[in-house]
């Protein structure tokens, strides 16, 4: 970008340009950040890497363009020779500048030799949604009559760090007996389920896995429980639950089983208040609870203690279970009404 705007030699002296280039690289850098955090794709490695490198090469094909509407003897070129070492001829404030040019670039160095040393292990959690026939949180089935299929979209999103292994099991009222699934190609054809549990192998870090799934439910009956259940051997201890309500709505549950203490998370997405409360249950009985209320628009965090051990959380939401944690997965819920 500073090639960019100052592509005659004479616009700016060598320390002013590598001293602007730095400072522009920080603000160009957060604010292509800032951009990206409120597009579809948000702020995440390659969304950023991606946008950074296609800034570049646009800022040099326009560097490169006003460069040639000068001769080559006024257009800015970079040598390389010792001459920028000498101190003869420069002032007082240059010889500053430059010592603080050259320790800036110094640490810079070393900070990134130390972060590509030392890499950070980001936040792991793992994505898990249902969302309705038209792809959004909206639209859910409930009412059905018997041998009436209906179907909803099935996601999980890998945010682990690692590559994992998922199994998702499809139960109604506790049971595999009460009900029978499909998934569904872009063809529309459908394909049997076998003991309605999907094995979901191999998926990389930051791969989505989203499937239609098909259902009919097997009997009559009104408030009948559809659970949709996520294993894996990876997500116990500390870890995240985090999930789309059926309202739409947001929650995030950190979880820290050997320190026995977490936090939660909702983000109310919508304009009406909802009531939530979570549960804490370990062998059988009820460790915590904690009812927290949540206006319209509104995003609250809250701190959370329970035994340290392995222990089942279910957040109910305006009195009706919305999500669960059974031990060794993730939980989510439709109630179906099946005359």
Same mark, same amino acid.
């Given at each position: ?8 030699? *004479?616009?700016?002296?060598? +320390?002013?340009? /590598?001293? %602007? ?6 603000? #160009?850098? &957060? !604010? ?58 420069? *002032?007082?404030?240059?010889? +500053?500048?430059? /010592?603080? %040019? ?6 810079? #160095?070393? &900070? !990134? ?227």
């Amino acid at each position: 970008m500073v090639a960019a705007l100052f592509p005659r030699k *004479g616009d700016l002296g060598g +320390v002013e340009r /590598i001293a %602007l280039s730095f400072g522009l690289s920080i603000v #160009i850098a &957060a !604010l292509i950040g800032f951009i990206l955090n409120y597009t579809a794709w948000g702020v995440r490695l390659y969304p950023t890497l991606i946008s950074l490198t296609v800034f570049i090469l646009a800022m040099s094909g326009v560097a490169w363009r006003r460069r040639k509407r000068f001769v080559e003897e006024d257009r800015f070129q970079v040598s390389f020779n010792a001459r920028f070492l000498l101190w003869k001829g420069q *002032g007082g404030i240059e010889r +500053v500048l430059s /010592i603080i %040019l050259m320790l800036a670039v110094v640490g810079a #160095i070393g &900070a !990134l030799a130390y972060v590509i040393a030392t890499p950070r292990i980001g936040e792991r959690f793992s994505e898990f949604y249902i969302l309705g026939p038209q792809g959004e949180a909206v639209g859910y089935p409930g009412n059905l009559g018997l041998g009436e299929k209906e179907e909803i979209v099935l996601g999980i999103v890998n945010r682990e760090q690692e590559e994992m292994d998922y199994q998702v099991k499809v139960l109604i009222d506790g049971g595999v007996e009460g009900v029978r699934t499909w998934t569904k190609d872009e063809s529309g054809e459908l394909t049997p389920i076998a003991g309605n549990t999907i094995d979901v192998e191999g998926l990389a870090y930051e791969e989505k896995w989203e499937r239609r799934l098909v259902f009919e439910p097997l009997q009559r009956g009104g408030g009948q429980k559809m659970e949709f259940l996520l294993f894996s051997p990876k997500l116990r201890g500390g870890h995240h639950i985090r999930s789309q309500l059926g309202s739409g709505n947001f929650v995030d549950i950190e979880i820290d089983e050997t320190g026995g203490k977490g936090k939660i998370t909702l983000d109310n997405k919508s304009s009406v208040p909802y009531g939530y409360k979570l549960e804490v249950w370990r062998e059988g009985t009820i460790q915590q609870e904690l009812s927290l209320s949540v206006s319209g628009d509104e995003k609250l965090e809250e701190g959370i203690s329970f035994p340290v051990g392995k222990s089942i959380f279910q957040l109910y939401e305006n009195d009706r279970l919305a999500l669960k944690d059974s031990g060794a997965g993730l939980s989510l819920h439709l109630w179906l009404d099946v005359s």
